[in-house]
T-cell receptor, first 122, second 107 residues
């Protein structure tokens, strides 16, 4: 059974960089045809797609966040990561990592991590 | 960007009711639509993909329909475990936009 687990600092200061990692078990980030994505949810609000990446390293980002995001994949550690720089309070959210369904671009997401709350505050 | 609009925002229903949630796209997305269920404090769970295909392991109480710009999620007979928030997501265009969500509450 595929499992995804987010990890990272829960509290980030304004203007700094938010860094999250998603560890994948029960499957491989090197599996062709799947993508690996990030979605966030501000407290009490809806879902926002952030971006996704393939094992090849090809990444696709939400245009509204593109200038601040980097998504990368580490095949040796079977994990992928999100960096979001110049954060503000508006970036406070639960961040989910997820697997993009096989063969779709953009994907829908068939497996999700449990999510991690990131708070931006001084 | 393609905008996704769900209606209603909140739906009050009783156990055993048949309920339908609508999701409208600002332009045609063919059948590239998914539905998710989210319970408080939990990650979303995929219910339906390609507008009407039921994800493995999901109850047959759930069904999806539509194409183009208008889509529906129907729960045939609402069960206590179905009280949750439901989201649609288009995956036709570059950005896989989500709808704003529909909360299904106990009447």
């Amino acid at each position: 059974q595929l499992q995804l687990q987010e990890s990272g600092s829960g509290l980030v200061k304004p203007s700094q960089t938010l860094s999250l990692t998603c560890a994948v078990s029960g499957g491989s980030v090197s599996s062709g045809g799947y993508s690996w994505g990030w979605i966030r949810q501000p407290p009490g609000k809806g879902l926002e797609w952030i971006g996704y990446i393939y094992h090849s390293g090809s990444a696709y980002y939400n245009p509204s966040l593109r200038s601040r995001i980097t998504v990368s994949v580490d095949r040796s550690k079977n994990q992928f990561s999100l960096n979001l720089n110049s954060v503000t309070a508006a970036d406070t959210a639960v961040y989910y990592c997820a697997r993009g369904a096989f063969g779709y671009k953009p994907p829908y997401f068939d497996y999700w991590g449990q999510g991690t709350l990131i708070t931006v505050s001084s | 960007d393609i905008q996704m609009t769900q209606s209603p925002s909140t739906l009050s229903a009783s156990v055993g009711d048949r309920v339908t949630i609508t999701c409208r796209a600002s332009q045609s997305i063919s059948s590239w639509l998914a539905w998710y269920q989210q319970k408080p404090g939990k990650a979303p769970q995929l219910l339906i993909y390609k507008a009407s295909s039921l994800e493995s392991g999901v109850s047959s109480r759930f069904s999806g329909g539509g194409s183009g710009t208008e889509f529906t999620l129907t729960i045939s007979s609402l069960q206590p475990d179905d009280f949750a928030t439901y989201y649609c997501q288009q995956y036709n265009s570059y950005s896989g936009t989500f709808g704003q969500g529909t909360k299904v509450e106990i009447k």
